[in-house]
């Protein structure tokens, strides 16, 4: 089993006035040529967009794009026609492929937006784009693996689709709890995102926005030290 340890604190930040952003991965003007990538998760912002401001229109092609949000309501709209709003409890995906345009803005008057980001690199390029959000319960995730999106050709339960064969997976765990975690593909890798809590895992312990990529096993065991939420990519390494 190999492990690699990102910290809260060793991630890269950006701070543009509007939108306050912590990088995982290198990302625009943060660059680090030992933090590229984690298999085929190629990126994971943790985005802080302030009252009536957001990113304006521009073009994604060739990456699979997921947005959850933690705190406010996002509104999107691109140039596929889908103009709604994403929300907490939610997950949104967009399969670029051959190419689109979107635009996100945070339309509140009072409250900040919190989300994350995560780009995945495809299987296939040049997909036709797709577009799909859908809501989540909390109940479905207490204590247990919530799968949110899976590859286009596997999916299950609720799960959205995505041209790769990679998983994103939510679980809120109360203190105490353990819960194992096996990869569905031989030779994926996982990447566990600490959102709130500590956890113990691969004998770290690891705290808000902390994460740790462990790749080499199929079985992965987590143990919550209290009330804890987690976002787990399972991804191919190659």
Do not use: C
């Amino acid at each position: 089993m190999k492990t690699i340890i990102h910290k809260a604190d060793s991630r890269g930040y950006a701070n543009h006035g509007w939108l306050k952003s912590h990088h995982t991965f290198s990302f625009a003007s943060y660059q680090n040529p030992e933090r590229n990538n984690f298999g085929m998760l190629r990126v994971l912002n943790d985005d802080l967009v302030q009252p009536k401001m957001g990113f304006g229109t521009h073009p994604h092609k060739n990456m699979e794009i997921i947005s959850i949000p933690l705190k406010g309501a996002l509104s999107h709209k691109d140039s596929m026609g889908n103009k709604r709003a994403i929300e907490v409890g939610e997950v949104q995906v967009m399969s670029a492929g051959t190419g689109l345009t979107h635009s996100e803005f945070n339309d509140s008057k009072t409250d900040e937006v919190n989300f994350l980001q995560l780009w995945i690199i495809p299987e296939e390029m040049s997909v036709e784009p797709n577009y799909e959000q859908r809501q989540f319960s909390k109940d479905g995730r207490q204590n247990q693996l919530q799968t949110v999106v899976a590859p286009k050709d596997k999916l299950e339960g609720e799960a959205l689709p995505i041209s790769q064969q990679a998983y994103i997976y939510r679980t809120s765990l109360d203190d105490g709890s353990l819960i194992d975690l096996k990869t569905k593909t031989e030779g994926n890798g996982v990447y566990i995102f600490v959102v709130d809590g500590t956890i113990d895992v691969a004998d770290k312990t690891l705290g808000k926005r902390d994460a740790i990529g462990i790749s080499g096993t199929s079985d992965v065991a987590i143990r919550s030290n209290k009330q804890s939420d987690l976002i787990i990519i399972e991804v191919p390494m190659n």
